[in-house]
Antibody, heavy 119, light 110 residues
């Protein structure tokens, strides 16, 4: 089964852009078996779906974040990435990447990475 | 796109059954059999327990089952065990290739 691992800065300043990468092992990102999603969870709160990318490069985003989010694919590195612009403290959360089944279920997940927005 | 509604907490004794509800709208839960359920232990990533409303992934105990009526999906755990104590989240397809999660339910095994 594929495994996912998030990486990126743990601290981002307000108004800057948060950038994270998810590296896939045990399978090819372009195999067509999965789509790929980002999901976040503020401390002590629930999960929020951020967006997904298809192997074609087509993306879909949460309408509440759409204006600030970009998800992209790098098939040569077997990675997909998240960029969230103009961050505020409200964007502080654990960010997860997940394999996205064709019928909108998420499995497996990465271990998650904490991103804190603070000056 | 509003979060699905789950009870904040439920509890049960070992061996009992509990049900967690997940209420959405006719734009999400009510229109699609695409609800999934996740179990999350403290400090861990969520784990898929039910997908497409009623299906169990390989390796998930058959004590976990899913159902749906109208705009409300439900997760039932029978034969409650101490290890089931965790947070549970539902998620539904919400149209236009988007997904929406519930607010989460904390299950306490008494």
């Amino acid at each position: 089964q594929v495994q996912l691992q998030e990486s990126g800065p743990g601290l981002v300043k307000p108004s800057q852009t948060l950038s994270l990468t998810c590296t896939i092992s045990g399978g090819s990102i372009s195999s067509g078996t999965y789509y790929w999603s980002w999901i976040r969870q503020p401390a002590g709160k629930g999960l929020e779906w951020i967006g997904r990318i298809y192997t074609s490069g087509t993306t879909n985003y949460n309408p509440s974040l759409k204006s600030r989010v970009t998800i992209s694919l790098d098939t040569s590195k077997n990675q997909f990435s998240l960029k969230l612009s103009s961050v505020t403290a409200a964007d502080t959360a654990v960010y997860y990447c997940a394999a996205d089944g064709y019928n909108y279920w998420f499995d497996p997940w990465g271990q998650g990475t904490l991103v804190t927005v603070s000056s | 796109q509003s979060a699905l509604t789950q009870p904040a907490s439920v509890s049960g004794s070992p061996g009992q059954s509990i049900t967690i509800s997940c209420t959405g709208t006719s734009s999400d839960v009510g229109s699609y059999n695409l609800v999934s359920w996740y179990q999350q232990h403290p400090g861990k990533a969520p784990k898929l327990m039910i997908y497409e409303g009623i299906k169990r992934p390989s390796g998930v105990s058959n004590r976990f089952s899913g159902s749906k009526s109208g705009n409300t999906a439900s997760l039932t755990i029978s034969g409650l065990q101490a290890e089931d104590e965790a947070d549970y989240y539902c998620c539904s397809y919400a149209g236009s290739s988007t997904s929406v999660f519930g607010g989460g339910t904390k299950l306490t095994v008494l």
